[in-house]
């Protein structure tokens, strides 16, 4: 006789094939110990920043049993975002860029693969819960618990032949499945592109991201972007993934392409960003995390984007950075006048300091 659980798994693994889901594993939904200990450690460290996510509370966010009474097991589906060939970039005032993992709503598409696995796990008796980059579970480590990849030295889970960009989720549930017993082996080897390219030096130990330098921390963080790391963020508006795209894995063509860009975009106007009113702005970006969902802090990344990527010769930019500095907000105003000095517009740097 077929044990339950083996049907559990076919009948998983054929609802993950059929939702676009690239690679899923099964772990136990035991507490992940050695990861709360390193939540605490970096935490203590200031390493986390002023993060919340899984350091808000490292007890719940390694302990499924928190979210799921009776957790059993997790079941783990990796939706990979990779494509071959970005949009074609439009020219203008500036372009500024978005990281790959947004370009199209790959945790809502991952959802709809997790949520029929939960679903069917529910017909089948049991109780299931579905958590994707939720602040109760770290996926990573879910991820490598299953075996679905190794840890590379830029923190993320790499999985063989498809790399690492991809996004993660859970079905966390009450069905005990056969689940992985031997984490994958490490296979960076002595390789360390991905810290060598990262702009700001954020990898500051293998494994170990230090978010107080790391780019796709700071464009979500409030406040002053910090002044050391503008230039460096260059025309990054979102995210950033030079760890990733230096890393070899990722730069083999694999069978986890989705081809083409066709309804995601991949990069933005700055002079149309910056010329959208509050709530056209989070209508159009709402589905990034935006620090309190204020359109300043679009603005401001926008702002230092325009400093490094704009051409002052265009009216345009000129235009925009002279508003700006006028801007009745106090951050934009400081950005503002940081991509005045930066674009040699020093008429208006000057204008504004007291005499
Ligand atoms: C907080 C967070 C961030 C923070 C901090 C990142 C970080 N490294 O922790 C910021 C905002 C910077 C960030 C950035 C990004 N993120 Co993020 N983020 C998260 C979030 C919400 C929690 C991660 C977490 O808990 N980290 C805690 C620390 C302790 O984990 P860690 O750094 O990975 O530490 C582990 C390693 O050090 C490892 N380890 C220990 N010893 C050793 C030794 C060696 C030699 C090695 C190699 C490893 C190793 O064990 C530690 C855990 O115990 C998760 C979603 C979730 N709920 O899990 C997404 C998540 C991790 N992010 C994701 C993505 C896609 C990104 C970006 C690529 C987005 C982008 N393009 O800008 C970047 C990548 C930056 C990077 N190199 O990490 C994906 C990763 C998928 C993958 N393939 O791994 C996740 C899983 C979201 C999802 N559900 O898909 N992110």
Known sequence: MVPESAVLED???????????????????????????????????????????????????????????????????????????????????????IAEYVWEPHYAELRVGLDAIAEYLMASGWNARVLIDDNALVDR???????IGWWGKNSNILVPGIGSKFVLGSVVTDAELSVNSEPLADQCGPCRRCIDSCPTTAIVADGVIDS????????????????????????????????QTSCPPNVVAERSDRGPLTTGVSSVEVAELLTLDDEALIERFGAWYIPRREARYLRRNALVVLGNVGDPQH???????????????????????????????????????PS
């Open 11 to 97: 009948a998983i693994a054929s609802l993950a094939d059929g939702h676009g889901i690239d690679k899923i594993g099964f772990c136990s939904a035991d507490t992940f110990e050695d990861v709360r200990a390193t939540l605490h450690e970096r935490k203590a460290a200031g390493l986390s920043a002023d993060m919340a996510f899984t350091y808000r509370n490292p007890d719940r966010a390694t302990d499924v049993s928190r979210s799921l009474d009776g957790a059993k097991s997790i079941v783990v589906g990796a939706r990979s975002y990779r494509r071959s060939t970005a949009q074609l970039d439009a020219s203008g005032a500036g372009i500024a860029n």
């Open 141 to 147: 480590a879910a991820a490598y618990r299953a075996g």
């Open 212 to 243: 107080n330098r790391c780019l796709a921390w700071l464009v979500q963080a409030t406040g002053s972007f910090p002044i050391e790391h503008r230039k460096a963020l260059g025309g990054r508006i979102y995210g950033c993934d030079d760890c």
């Open 315 to 353: 009216i345009q930019v000129r235009e925009l950075v002279e508003q700006y500095v006028a801007s009745a907000d106090d951050i934009e105003r400081e950005h503002a006048l940081w991509a005045a000095g930066e674009l040699g517009f020093t008429d208006l740097v000057d204008a504004a300091v």
